[in-house]
């Protein structure tokens, strides 16, 4: 059975969570989970540092096959579990979505991480507020252009939903409540509204609301 590592609060073990579900792959009867990071601790053991030596989660264990990044795991998963076809695999789509996960990971979590880290798991006294509104300005920004391709198509990479979808999705979920939590350290939040057709949809059509975040999760 595939084991994954990485506690549910995560939002990079939500992708590979949302993906699995995405396929059908159920916890308990196709994968265990076992809870790591932040309290849960054991990402720095030696055990799981042989796993993966940057100590983070999401890691997964299927057979002799050790995956890590987040979404290199749903790529993987996308491959080598899709039976029953949940994501297109025309080149058009597949390459849309490539583009659009590594934009994600490159470009717009470099941008939304420093408000999210900064607000969620840095204590008031030490925040750089500068540094958190300018970097939730240029999440604004970087969306917008997410907003434009929506105007045209249902999803990031067509009118089929693909890992590109999971991936952003949940970026923009943490965009949509660091701003409810800190309206006046993030300033204001761009209204985008092919954005927020697109989130109605995931809703209607995907397993977004089984695992998106209803709440920040703020550790400090
Ligand atoms: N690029 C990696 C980033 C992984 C990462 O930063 N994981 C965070 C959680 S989202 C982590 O393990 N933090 C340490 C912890 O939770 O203790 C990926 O996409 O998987």
Not at 45 to 63: I, W
Not at 71 to 95: C, V
Request: contains cysteine; hydrophobic residues 40%; aromatic residues 10%.
């Amino acid at each position: 059975m595939m084991r994954l590592w990485g506690r549910k609060s995560s939002i990079n073990v939500q992708k590979v969570l949302w993906c699995l579900s995405e396929l059908g792959l159920e916890e308990g009867k196709n994968f265990e989970r076992i809870d790591a990071g932040l309290h849960f601790g054991l990402n720095r053991t030696p055990e799981f540092l042989k796993l993966n030596p940057n100590g983070l989660v999401p890691t997964l264990e299927d057979g002799d096959l050790i995956l890590w990044e987040s979404n290199t795991i749903m790529r993987y998963l996308a491959r080598q579990y899709d039976k029953q076809k949940r994501f297109p695999i025309d080149i058009a789509s597949q390459y849309g979505s490539e583009k659009w996960l590594d934009w994600q990971v490159g470009t717009m979590w470099p941008a939304l991480r420093t408000p999210f880290l900064g607000l969620t798991r840095v204590p008031a006294a030490e925040r750089n507020y500068d540094a958190i509104r300018k970097s939730y300005q240029d999440t604004n920004s970087l969306l917008s252009l997410l907003d434009q391709t929506l105007a045209n198509q249902k999803y990031c990479s067509g009118n089929q939903f693909h890992i590109g979808d999971i991936a952003l999705a949940l970026c923009v979920g943490r965009w949509i409540l660091l701003h409810e939590a800190f309206p006046e350290e993030t300033g204001p939040r761009a209204d985008l509204k092919n954005i927020n057709a697109w989130i109605k949809r995931l809703e209607n059509e995907t397993k977004y609301s089984e695992i998106a975040e209803k709440e920040l999760n703020i550790v400090k």
